[in-house]
């Protein structure tokens, strides 16, 4: 079964299908053709990587069909935490990150018992301005924040990592996967990008899990767990210590990475307003990306519509109200450029 955005596409994939071996898939398209898809029958998990709230509607779907989820969308946590792992409980389904730093995490935490993890570290390479100073960041164009460092990925994300949201999200999701308190959740620059994340236990021991910056590793496991696939050199070349050299780490500087702040703020509010920090980011970043603002507005529209979020807060929100709030971010940060465009 395979679902396509568009109805108006599926004559074009079934002539490219044509001629191909075994039976034609079903092909669905719309909504309503992911959610089949993520609850389909023949299926003991669902990978989950649809980037925004748009992934929370077939992950809903597919826990009420009792699939595990392979978790490589940040925002069913996020946006939905506080109505997805209760409702994963209820159906006995387990997630399992996907994620590169949570992935990671899970890696460290197995076998320890409970109460035996302290705190978390996250590692953040610290995207395409880790070596710029705070003041330089007004002259930032679009080009200069989709040039990462170590990691090839979309322009989104990218501009995430450029900002560091993307670890402030991380660390909202660590909360929810992990159960850890933000005070013993930490963000530390580590240029390398080695090192993916690391647990200090109860007796004072950390743990790290290592890797060049490929996902690669992340997806297979979270498929595989609890199991190890075997990966040869060829299509899995071995961590050289030698070649890899230095593993650094810097403090983050929350002048140059407003994102922090503003995420550990809006993680310990819970609620909707993860949500909506999530959302007004989404819209932001895609705003800068149509060069509708400048990079350092990214942060000022997400500030203002958490601000603007407290009048309608809601701490144990239903999931119609989530997808209502993200919905109400969006359009308040179009709403705000807008008007002084």
């Not at 392979?70 to 399992?96: M, Q, S, W």
């Not at 076998?111 to 705070?134: K, N, Q, V």
């Amino acid at each position: 079964m395979v679902s396509v955005r568009r109805a108006e596409d599926i004559p074009k994939l079934k002539e490219q299908l044509a001629g191909m071996d075994g039976s034609m898939p079903e092909i669905l398209a719309g909504d309503e053709g992911i959610v089949e898809v993520a609850r389909y029958s023949n299926t003991e998990a669902c990978v989950t990587g649809i980037v925004g709230c748009a992934g929370l509607k077939p992950t809903v779907a597919a826990i009420e069909a009792k699939k595990d989820i392979c978790l490589a969308n940040k925002e069913t946590l996020i946006a939905g935490g506080p109505y997805v792992l209760p409702l994963a409980e209820k159906n006995g389904v387990k997630i399992l990150p996907a994620d590169s730093e949570h992935s990671a995490i899970f890696q460290c935490i197995q076998g320890l018992p409970e109460g035996g993890m302290r705190r978390i570290i996250l590692t953040a390479s610290g995207g395409a301005f880790r070596d710029w100073e705070a003041d330089q960041l007004k002259n930032v164009t679009v080009a200069d924040a989709l040039k990462h460092p170590n990691w090839s990925m979309g322009p989104k994300i990218t501009t995430d990592s450029a900002t560091l949201m993307n670890k402030g999200l991380e660390v909202i999701e660590a909360h929810y996967l992990f159960g850890a308190d933000y005070d013993d959740i930490e963000i530390v620059i580590h240029p390398q990008s080695i090192i993916h994340s690391m647990v200090e236990t109860a007796d004072s021991s950390v743990l790290a899990q290592l890797g060049w910056p490929d996902m690669k590793l992340p997806i297979i496991y979270t498929m595989s767990w609890p199991e190890r696939v075997y990966c040869s050199e060829q299509t899995w070349p071995r961590l050289d210590f030698v070649k890899m050299g230095d593993l650094t780490f810097r403090k983050p500087d929350h002048a140059k990475y407003p994102a922090m702040a503003l995420a550990y703020a809006a993680g310990r509010s819970g609620g909707t307003m993860t949500g909506v920090l999530s959302a007004a980011n989404e819209q932001a970043v895609e705003l800068f990306l149509n060069e509708k603002i400048g990079y350092l507005d990214i942060m000022k529209e997400v500030e203002a519509a958490c601000e603007a979020h407290r009048a309608e807060f809601v701490e144990a929100p239903s999931y119609e109200e989530i997808i209502h709030f993200d919905a109400w971010a969006r359009q308040y940060v179009a709403d705000r450029v807008k008007a002084y465009a």
